[in-house]
């Protein structure tokens, strides 16, 4: 096997990209301290690090975007070269963002042969789409190149990212988080691939919050703290509390087990109930309840209507049948107010786009849903405004720099806090939350996770709507949809096994 | 080499769907104006016989080449996702600037008395300073480019007003009254000119890797730069090209009428923008032909003549000017389907 054969001759030999000793200040803020990684050819390498460890600072040192304050970079054993030059730049390396960097607006064929259609002269648009669904092919990405980039899913754009970067001979590939927005079919189709293309002599660098994927699919870890390299280890000398300790600096605990709770009694008032609900083309004929103090998980793929569910409850979407009934009341459907009015919380799937406005302060944010009752007649008192705020930043320990900073400069796991802040501050019967920790790193998910069951002893009911098995450890139950039916309801105590099998249909077919 | 073989797996059914039938949609979307102006034809015709002679259709043409070389401007500097208000003063400012150069101080001229053969260069390098300088601006200095070309729109018709006095310039030199006054072949030049201008736009934009990386910083500046594109330097020369088409618009308009008026272009942004967004260009930058926009010149027109023709009285022709095309924009929105971005 030729895999091989490149990692023997390699182990011993140069890395394929090596930073040495690279240091970033972004003004007073130290982003790298004489940090470094190694990455050999043909190995999967994983970076990991808390939110603001410097992993971002690294790639884009590593992909020539930003210049090191001190320290050099290596391909192959050669300096890097310029920054100027990028298109040497990209022979050597390619990095998929989690920011996408197509064009939407352009066709699949333009965006693989951005800025290089043509030589001089016209833009052969037929050879164009010709050469653009050869490449596809090579690399087995089934995709138009005629369709518009913005039309395709974030697993399509992801692959056209990865075909454009091998098309331009770089084999050692970074991947920032690729699978934050996949669901697991489309994660596992992701890692095959990976797979595949390390077996070819592609060298990955993957950068993930999620620690089962690193156990997955790569073969060595670094881990960076606070600016600084920690460590790196072959992954299989390395345990997962081992990861997270080098990670968070303490020895945690891990959030294998989750939290042992009292169980619900059979008496608590029901304060979610859906009944008969239907949305065509998302899911049709779910029921289910939730009682006060209990937490409920609902996991599903993609495809599943999971999410859809999520927003008809919420009062984001509008049902075509069926009823919503929050803490006994039903509210008006397809309206948010009414939904809050009648006791319901939601944490909308993502923050960025549904869950804040980025330049208003953490107090603007974090109130926005209470501000009727700030002051009379729709003044905010700023005085009130400001204690409430201070006193969410203490309940859910936000690390922030006061009330008044914009929400824009805090880390994702400190926004994702403040969403949640949101969610719970007119003291919700029932709660939805969609990806609670989705791009958060292991201890904010720790105490973002540790406020939901308080906020369950506190009597709300929770529904945990996620992909994540971390986030379902500590429910009571959790509901199982498939296309968009609810098909199994599992009590605490399933194995991990059990659970994804159910999610992916396994028992249906 | 088993890389490719094992690579190719078969698609699977949940992730991959080929988005086919996008592009001829896409396509169809440019000519979504086609039936308008046939439509528009037809009403003109049956309102008054004079609407298909030729002097007429003539008239209607050469009327729009000055809008249709600020459309021409705006939709390229729209496309790579920025903007300019200043097109407007630019149009009577650089004319007015170069005839005031090289006339007489006795004709409301500055005195200097410039050979008049220099007027036509000074007034196409007029306009691509101003555009050479609106791109200083945004690009060096970071500031919006709404708020920075709104500042230029005032700033530019001031300079205009002190320089001519606030005076209409009527001693126009002849070199710059050919362009707007000659005819090549028994059609206006400035038909021919505007023609040819769209023609090229269309195949620089369309077929050529530098016009394409306007889509591309348009659609998402950061891809592009990743790209290798430089998003910076295209930006500056799509914004000293649009002052550039303004001056040329200018020339056009001064040797259409004969005079530069101290009010040359005033007001006509907002058409610009109007037929430019009727015409498929989105505000958000990316997205549009230039074809596209060239129709929407044409339905302006087309619309403007038609309801001189039907003798809707001269105070009342601005509101319904303005109202017909606002209900233009409405059926853009509601034919292209989208929200109007």
Not at chain 2, 158 to 180: A, C, E, H, K, W
Not at chain 2, 300 to 310: C, M, V, Y
């Amino acid at each position: 096997m030729t895999s091989q054969e490149q990692n023997a001759g390699s182990a011993a030999g140069i890395p394929a990209a090596e930073a040495r000793d690279v240091s970033k200040r972004y003004g007073a803020t130290v982003a790298l301290h004489s940090a470094g990684i190694a990455v050999r050819a043909g190995e999967t390498h994983a970076l990991v690090g808390r939110n603001g460890a410097g992993k971002s600072t690294l790639v884009s040192i590593l992909t020539g975007l930003q210049r090191p304050d001190g320290g050099e970079i290596r391909f192959d054993g050669a300096p890097a070269p310029a920054l100027a030059d990028r298109d040497a730049w990209r022979q050597r390396v390619a990095c998929v963002y989690q920011k996408s960097t197509i064009i939407p607006t352009l066709t699949v064929a333009e965006n693989l042969f951005l800025n290089r259609q043509s030589g001089r002269g016209l833009i052969d648009w037929r050879g164009l789409r010709r050469r653009a669904a050869d490449l596809l092919a090579g690399y087995g990405v089934d995709v138009d190149p005629a369709a518009l980039a913005g039309s395709l899913t974030v697993e399509q754009r992801q692959l056209v990212e990865i075909a454009r970067a091998l098309s331009f001979g770089a084999r050692f590939i970074i991947l920032d988080e690729p699978t934050a927005q996949l669901d697991a079919a489309a994660i596992d189709r992701l890692f095959d691939r990976m797979r595949e293309l390390q077996s070819s002599g592609v060298t990955f660098l993957f950068i993930s919050h999620h620690l089962q994927e690193v156990y997955e699919v790569c073969q060595r870890v670094t881990v960076l703290r606070d600016a600084r390299h920690i460590l790196t280890e072959p992954v299989e000398a390395l345990s997962r509390d081992e990861l997270v300790a080098a990670m968070t600096g303490e020895t945690g605990r891990a959030l294998a087990e989750g939290v042992s709770r009292p169980p619900v009694p059979a008496t608590a008032p029901v304060v979610l109930d859906v009944r008969g609900l239907r949305l065509a083309g998302y899911y049709d004929g779910v029921d289910l309840t939730v009682r006060a103090g209990e937490l409920v998980g609902l996991i599903g793929s993609g495809s599943s209507g999971k999410v859809a569910l999520a927003e008809t409850i919420a009062g984001l979407r509008r049902a075509d049948a069926g009823t919503v009934t929050i803490a006994g009341s039903t509210p008006k459907p397809g309206q948010v107010p009414a939904a809050i009015a009648a006791g319901l919380g939601y944490l909308p799937q993502d923050r960025h786009r549904e869950g804040l406005v980025p330049l208003l302060s953490v107090a603007e944010n974090a109130t926005m849903p209470i501000a009727g009752r700030l002051g009379p007649a729709g003044i905010i008192a700023p005085a009130r405004q400001q204690a409430t705020a201070e006193r969410m930043i203490r309940t859910y320990d936000i690390k922030t720099d006061g009330p008044r900073q914009p929400v824009s400069d805090l880390s994702g796991g400190n926004a994702q806090k403040v969403v949640l802040a949101r969610a719970l501050a007119n003291d919700p019967k029932a709660l939805v939350m969609v990806s609670p920790t989705a791009g958060v790193d292991v201890r904010s998910k720790a105490s973002l996770l540790g406020a939901v069951n308080e906020a369950a002893a506190g009597g709300a009911g929770v529904l945990v709507v996620s992909d994540e098995l971390d986030d379902l450890r500590s429910c009571d139950r959790v509901l199982v949809m498939f296309h968009g039916e609810v098909i199994r309801d599992v009590p605490r105590g399933w194995t991990d096994a059990d659970l994804v099998s159910a999610v992916e249909g396994v028992e249906q077919q | 080499m088993t890389g490719t073989e094992t690579i190719a797996k078969p698609p699977t059914s949940g992730g991959t769907r080929p988005g086919g039938g996008r592009l001829p949609l896409a396509r169809l979307r440019d000519f979504a104006l086609v039936p308008a102006i046939l439509l528009l034809v037809v009403v003109g015709a049956l309102i008054d016989p004079v609407f298909l002679s030729s002097a007429n259709i003539t008239n209607v043409l050469q009327q729009q080449t000055e809008l249709a070389l600020l459309v021409l401007a705006e939709a390229i500097i729209l496309i790579a996702g920025k903007f300019d208000l200043s097109l407007e003063s630019t149009i009577g400012l650089a004319p007015a600037l170069a005839v005031a150069l090289v006339i007489p101080a006795a004709s409301n001229g500055l005195g200097t008395e410039l050979p008049a053969g220099l007027a036509i260069v000074l007034c196409l390098l007029t306009g691509l300073a101003i555009g050479a300088f609106n791109g200083l601006l945004i690009l060096r200095f970071k500031l919006s480019a709404f708020i920075v070309t709104l500042g230029m729109l005032i700033v530019l018709r001031g300079l205009q007003i002190g320089i001519t006095g606030g005076q209409n310039l009527f001693d126009i030199p002849p070199s710059v009254l050919y362009l707007g006054s000659a005819v090549w072949l028994g059609v206006p030049a400035s038909i021919w000119i505007s023609g040819t201008l769209f023609v090229v736009g269309i195949v620089a934009l369309g077929y050529f890797r530098h016009g394409r990386s306007v889509y591309a910083i348009g659609g998402n500046t950061d891809a592009a730069r990743a790209a290798g594109i430089r998003t910076d330097r295209v930006v500056w020369v799509v914004l000293m090209i649009g002052g550039l088409l303004a001056a040329l618009a200018g020339l056009l308009m001064t040797g259409r009428l004969g005079s530069v008026a101290a009010a040359q272009g005033d007001g006509m942004i907002f058409t610009v923008f109007a037929a430019a967004v009727i015409g498929g260009i989105s505000l958000d930058g990316g997205k549009g032909t230039l074809f596209g926009a060239l129709c929407g010149v044409i339905v302006l027109g087309l619309i403007n003549n038609i309801l001189t023709l039907a003798g809707v009285s001269a105070q009342w022709i601005q509101a319904i000017y303005g109202a017909i095309i606002l209900v233009a924009l409405i059926l853009a929105r509601l034919t292209s389907g989208k929200a109007q971005d």
